[in-house]
């Protein structure tokens, strides 16, 4: 009875956790590429202060605009924020980490992209119906990839649960695997791609014929873009958070280790995001946003990459234990 | 399924008075059918006899039944065998429910507008050739009722047929119709070799040879897989589902290609004998490429029942790859990863013909309020059919395998039985299984492009034409039947591991053992595919996670928000244009996936003609599209008979002693051949 009320304990954290630091993390995306670029920068803080004033302003909404507009924010932060909420992150073990896979994560983040994609359609303007429709061209070349890594890593853990994942590749002796690091670059793409990334998309445009998920959310206002921003940070802790705890598992709290251990791996994951965030905004700076068009053979080779991985995965794992 | 005990159980004798009550309908709907007050009366009976018929195939799934009886009808000595099994009572089920919620659907149409005595008598006689077919214990049985079956529905195919459309539709699905049945004979004929026994427990007796057991094979994918729509025998499907009426296209693509699932498990599983690995190589090779192509078709098609028909081609590729996988698990001896892909194949059946069959009723619904289907007429209707509008959300999310709904249940098994892959001993299904995941991934991912495009582009928007304009929301009876169906598309979601658990005896028969760990889980409702510790999923606890969430964030943000909302126009960057043509239409919204995808798989290509400055004649954009599997398979063929009976046209007018001569000849050479065979 007590090590459920500890683990519901954790579950909560972890799901109230992700929530607070996610418009920080994507501060310091912001700040480290205004650094390079040898602008001074809006405070790290300045996410927190965007979401509050958005939510007390009042909300535009057009008048065609159905009930499947107005709910799909809430929808979406709600799909979104689960997914988040059940990935590993400083400890593993949780409350209800059992209960959706890394099968049921891409699904749930399907679920959150589809009605993203929707409500994008439901005013009709031209802009809303381009951004939905390189959305669902870039998910499907994203999302096979994706779950092609995880299912790499399944196949490597011998479970498609993400925790117990995380725990066989802390324990597993550190050799070069050639379909883990495949496995690696096809999810960084990935992940490039479904957070509106340079240079799939740039998150700071809104130049027209170049934008993709800003143009879907081009009729959202007040409370609605605030929900709607929110879920996109969220979305970008989940997968820096998956990539470090897939590839970087080490610091994370162990399931039976307990709340003792939670301080030090929450410290851990703190940093590793931290890492993670800065690298992108390095990363947004080296590079070119590139044609819509040549997305395709971006996230192809995402692709590519990821079946190779997990061809490597079958041919040198002979069986399951 | 040896050992059968030949006592008729009291469940047989429930659903043969079902049965019996669809040919009554049937016989009184063509004796009235003149009489719209009668005709009327048709789908009130259909309604007990489906729910009679369903409710005796349950209890005889969850009983475990197995019972028969043999008639003195049908083929002299053999007899006719009835039989019902937990295979059979399985695909009853799915083909009750369907005819339950399609004749619920039914009872709202228009008396005077709808009902005109084509469809009615025909509707029960369709529904009672299916239930014969899941019920015949003998070839003959068996193949009498599949061809009844091809003919009922070709008549409600027709039934509109001052549509050329429909005409050619009726047609083609003739053609292929006969094509399937002679093919499935030789597959027979094959399974009851010399001693000529057609009953299926004669044949389980003694299973064919080896290289007897490749052709029956053959026979039993091209006969059962074109029925059901495998590529690239698929052709006829988009243009005879759609040609139907919307409650029949429900029944055809939602249950009839069920009938010819549940044929060719009944062949390869049970009547063929131990399975070889590499029967499985056609159903993974067929499955995957069906999968991904049905998908490509449908994401760039048109038309609403068309793209609808195209998915069930890509849901029936899923149902291949799932029986492959458990065929081949079965014959390495995996039987735990059998259970599970068998398990996911099920399922899926199950899961398809309700959310198929709802988006069907539901493309009814704006067919019969707008009079359109083609996605250049339709949009907005999300206001006018708020009520159709969220059941077809429900059925769009099920069939893109979004959770909490039924449609990621069976692709989640199936992906646990890729992952048990690795374990196969033959190098080419290791090889193999990564190929198929990816191509099912793939699939998965291009469902939701194409439901997003399909929902958005005919219920979101601003409506593009008069029609959609003026659109009505449908009657009641349709709305309960969407209803019906769009709440078993959130239980089958949310509580597949109590679906697993009701099927674990009908696993254990057809892939050597019942799944390994169900009801191990955390909670009762968890559905374990291996064991607890390696592969679970839990809609329910997710389901109130999302809820809890979902509640926190309104709660949170009405509480902190000034909660002032304003309508005004669109905005649109700023220049919103009024008319709806400035919106995205179905084929800008497939442009870049046509781009992706296309002019490989379709070999498309696009031509712009630009006029020279000062010319004033419109500029045109064409897009051309190729299907290759019509081209090659249909029309060459096609083209191929008609060349040859021109030929042989010659031979109609000869003179009396020509035809002798020729007579004479061939007796001659027949004589010759036997003399020296012999």
Known sequence: MRDTVILLFGQTIQMFLVLLIAPGIAGITRRVKARFMRRQGAPIIQPYRDLIKLVRKESVVAQNASWLFRSAPYAILAFTWVAAALVPTFASGLMFNWAADALALVALLGAARALLALAGMDVGTSFGGIGSSREMMIATLAEPAMLLVLLTMALTAGTTRLPEVAEFLISAPITVRVSLALALVALIIVALAENARIPVDNPATHLELTMVHEAMVLEYSGRHLAMIEMAAQLKLVLYISLIVCLFLPFGMAPANAGPAAWPVGMAVYLVKLVLGAALLGAWEVSIAKMRVFRVGEFLGGAFVFAFLAILLAFVTREVLN | ?678
């Open chain 2, 1 to 678: 399924m040896t050992g059968v005990d030949y006592s008729t159980a009291p469940q047989l004798a429930i659903l043969l008075s079902g049965i019996l009550l669809y040919a009554v309908a049937a016989v009184f709907a063509a004796m009235f059918h003149r009489h719209k007050s009668a005709l009327a009366a048709v789908y009130p009976i259909c309604i007990i006899a489906a729910a009679v018929t369903a409710g005796a195939s349950l209890a005889a799934l969850l009983a475990d039944t197995h019972s028969g009886f043999r008639l003195p009808l049908g083929l002299p000595i053999i007899g006719l065998h009835v039989k019902l099994d937990a295979l059979s009572a399985f695909f009853s089920l799915i083909v009750n429910l369907g005819v339950l919620t399609t004749a619920i659907y039914g009872m709202g149409l228009d008396r005077d507008r709808d009902l005109s005595g084509r469809v009615e008598p025909f509707f029960p006689a369709y529904a009672l050739a299916m239930n014969l077919v899941l019920i015949a214990g003998d070839a003959f049985g068996f193949l009498f009722s599949w061809e009844l079956m091809s003919l009922t529905s070709w008549v409600l195919v027709v039934s509109h047929h001052r549509d050329a459309g429909n005409r050619h539709a009726g047609h083609v699905y003739l053609v292929m119709a006969a094509i399937g049945t002679a093919s499935l004979l030789f597959a027979f004929g094959g399974l009851a070799g010399a001693s000529g026994n057609y009953a299926f427990d004669a044949i389980r007796a003694v299973p064919p040879g080896p290289l007897v057991s490749g052709l029956v094979l053959a026979g039993a994918i091209f006969g059962a897989g074109s029925k059901a729509g495998i590529a690239p025998l698929h052709a006829w499907l988009p243009l005879a589902h759609p040609a139907a009426p919307s409650h029949v296209s429900a029944l055809m693509s939602g249950v009839m290609t069920k009938v010819a699932i549940y044929g060719l498990i009944r062949i390869v599983f049970d009547l063929l004998g131990t399975p070889v690995w590499w029967w499985a190589l056609p159903f993974l090779l067929l499955g995957a490429a069906t999968a991904v192509l049905g998908l490509l078709y449908a994401v760039l098609d048109h038309d609403l029942k068309r793209v609808l028909a195209y998915s069930t081609v890509e849901n029936i590729g899923i149902i291949f790859v799932g029986l492959g996988m458990a065929l081949a698990f079965r014959a390495s001896g995996l039987t735990a990863a059998a259970a599970v892909a068998m398990a996911a194949t099920l399922l899926h059946c199950l899961n398809h013909s309700w959310f198929k069959s709802l988006l069907f009723l539901g493309a009814g619904a704006v067919l019969h309020a707008t009079g359109r289907r083609d996605f250049d007429g339709l949009g907005g209707l999300i206001h006018r059919m708020p009520v159709t509008a969220a059941f077809w959300l429900v059925g769009a999310m099920s069939i893109s395998a979004l959770p909490p709904f039924n449609g990621f249940v069976s692709e989640w098994l199936l992906f646990q039985a890729v992952l048990a892959g690795p374990q196969f001993p033959e190098p080419i299904l290791r090889f193999m299984s990564p190929a198929v995941g990816a191509m099912l991934a793939l699939a998965a991912a291009l469902a939701a492009a194409c439901f997003v495009r399909a929902f958005g582009i005919v219920y979101l928007g601003r409506p593009r034409s008069n029609e959609a304009a003026g659109a009505h929301e449908t009657a009641r009876p349709q709305q309960v039947a969407m209803a019906l169906l769009a709440g078993l598309c959130l239980l089958g979601g949310l509580f597949g591991g109590v679906m697993v658990s009701a099927i674990q005896p009908l696993l254990q028969t057809l892939a050597g053992a019942p799944l390994p760990a169900v009801g191990t889980g955390p909670t009762p409702f968890s559905l374990v595919a291996f064991d607890a510790a390696r592969s679970i999923y839990d809609a329910p606890t997710i389901t109130i996670f999302l809820l809890i969430s979902g509640t926190l964030t309104v709660m949170l943000v009405h509480r902190i928000s000034s909660r002032r909302t304003r309508l005004g126009p669109a905005w649109d960057c700023g220049f919103p244009d009024p008319s709806p043509l400035t919106q995205y239409s179905a084929s800008s919204f497939s442009q870049p996936l046509r781009r992706v995808y296309g002019s490989t798989v379709f070999g498309a290509s696009e031509t712009v003609d630009m006029p020279q400055p000062g010319d004033n004649r419109a500029a045109r954009f064409t897009v051309r599209l190729h299907d290759y599997a019509w081209e090659l398979l249909y029309a060459a063929p096609a083209r191929a008979v008609l060349k040859m009976s021109e030929r042989l046209n010659a031979l109609q007018f000869l003179t009396i002693r020509t035809y002798l001569m020729l007579m004479f000849s061939a007796l001659i050479v027949l004589l010759l051949i036997a003399a020296v065979w012999f």
